[in-house]
Structures are given as C-alpha cells and as structure tokens.
C-alpha cells in the first residue's frame, strides 16, 4: 500500500499538468456543452477554494503578483464595491455569482503567474481543460447534438470564448511542448466551429488574429528588426468601437463597414439590433456615470431578439454600465500595462502571437460584452508572462 500511494506521489509530481488541469477545471465549469445547464453553488463554490489553494501557493513559494495582477484585483474588487451600492446584502443570489466570478478571474490569472516558470505543464494542463470544451462542441455539432440553427445565444457567446483562448493555447503548445499534432487539431477544430456557427463575432475575430499574424510573418521575413506596435492595432480597435457605436447609435450607415456586414457577413448595418441595446445602455450611463450598476444590470431594450438583455454587446459601454467612469479607467490601465509589457518583448515570433490574440479579444469588444469575461483573463496573462513561458532559445527562431 505504502509503494503504490509513493508510485502515486511519484507520478503526480513527475506529471503537473494535472494539477494544473485540476485547478482549472473549476473555474472554467460552465463552458463546457455537458455541463453547461448545471450551475450548482456546491460546484462553483471550488473556485473559492481554488483561490485559497493558489494563495497559499504563491505565499508559500513567495511569489510576487504581477502588477498585471494587482490591477486585475482591483478591477474585481471595484465590480463588487458597485455591486454593494446597487444592491441590498440581503440580495444573497447576486453577491454569491459576483464572488464567484471574481474568484474565478483571479484564480485563472495566478494559475498562470505561478506556473509561468513551469510552462510544459501550465500548456498542458491548460490544454486539456481547452479540449474538452472545444471537442465536446465539435461532437455536438457532427453528432447533430447542437444545431446551429437553434444555438442559444449564452452558448454561442461562450464559444467566441473558448475558440480565441483556444487557439492562442494550441499555438503555444507547438510552440513549448513542440507537440505538432494536438495544436494544429486543436486549430483546425476552432476553425471548424468558427465557420459552422457562422458568428460575426468570431469570424472577424479569427480573422484579426489569423491577419496579423500573416501580416507579422511577412514583415519578419522581410526586416528582422521592424515591429508591429501592439500600442497601434489595439488603438485602431479601440476607434473602431467608439465610431461604430457612435454612427449606429446615431443611424447614421460607414459604407464601407455595411458592405462588409452585408456582403461579407450577411448582417444588417445596425449590427442586428444591437442599436436599440446601445442607446438603452447609453442612457442608463448618464444615470449613474461614476460607480455604475454593479453585478450584471439588466437591459430593457426591444428588439427582435427579446426586451431584457443581460448585458451591453459591447465591452467598453459594459465596463462603463457596471462599473462607471472608475471601473473602465481601470480597464484601460490594464490594458495599457499589458500592451505595453508586449511592445516590449524582444521575442519576434513571440509579440507577433500576442498582439494577434490581444488584437483578436479587442475587436469583439465592438460587439459583444461577455458574461464569462473571466476567461479571457487567461489568455491575457499567458500574452503578459510570454517572455517567461517561452523558455526556448531565441536563435533558434
């Protein structure tokens, strides 16, 4: 008995990708096609104790948080500050699913700052939780499980999370673990969902990520030394969300953009009702400017779609709606930090695939503002500790 649990230990350790897959598995539970209708307090509740494992990690090991990280914890702890100026604490429903997501925003981030010196496992680990929720998506969609006809829109704005981590993940797993085979499956598969589903979300998503790195490699291969500015392509996405809000809201038509949601996409140019929601969110700011809504502010905007909306198809009025002026400035720091840890990065290869995905999460901003946001914590802390998770030497690139 005592040699099998040393032979348990032994592998255990030897294999910490499955601690890595462990932790989390928790934090990313509602993603996943088999698990995505069941949402118990007894399930969720282990992203609380995943925290409490990764502190006691990180203050055992005497890791210091990033300064990404720090701003992440602020981000949260502002979100749940204005959820107590909106909301009675008697309102036990909405503290408990605002705790919960902040505990899984910040357990996904310190997953990667701890690891990051350990990344064969991190990527493994990570990975595997990927595949499970994208393999599960592409069975349900061959067996006709899931018809992409009648797919629910929290489903569809849960791919659009899982494809874009997804392939950044694949990426990074041919490029550390030089295992070909399971990333570029893994990338055929996002490629797969993104087309069947037809979302104009993701579509323009993957085709930002997969355009800046078509336009990274030629530049590379034609001058070593130019850069593409992260600072750059995330401002362009930015503009792009303030004038298209802006225009739409207005009714006034970009030419250029309603050909290409007609032609290309075929969408109509008030982003399928998304200026109706817009407008309602834009007068719900004006009340309540400085602290915002807190948790998840309905939205009571008619359209052909419905008349409650549970949040603002747009990142940026989101931020605003839930957290006020204070909550998106602190958005923007965070950004700001991490654009700048990428236009930093000396690593050519390296800045090229994280300014795709940064770029790729920016533009859905225009469109979509995400429930599960938290998952996209995971890919922007892999994107601002590259330089440490890609251990590999530079000449051989």
Known sequence: MRRVSTEIRKYLFENRWIFVFLLALPCLNESFPTLYSIYHYIYDSFSVVVLMILLGLMVF????ISSLGIILIVIQLWWLIATFFNYPLSDIEVYKKTVFDICRAISLALLVEFFKKDPKNLISGLLLNCELAIYSYLFSFLAGIIETEKITRPLLNTLILWIITGTLLAFLHILINRRYFRGIFMILSTLFITIKVHSATSIVAMAGFYGVLLVGTILLHWNNKMKIKASHLVLFAVIANLLIAFFVTKGQSIPILDYFLKTVLGRSSDFTGRDKIWLETLRMIKEKPIIGYGYRPPIYAHNDFGDVFPHAHNQVLQ??????????????VFHVEMIRKIDLEENSIGRILMIATVFAICLTYISEAYKKFFIFYLPFFLVYHFGK???YRKDRL
Not at 61 to 64: D, G, I, L, P
Not at 319 to 332: C, K, N
Request: net charge positive.
């Open 61 to 64: 090991k005497k890791e210091k």
């Open 319 to 332: 931020r605003l709606l839930a957290t006020g002026v204070i909550g998106l400035l602190q958005f923007v």
């Open 389 to 391: 998770v890609v251990y």
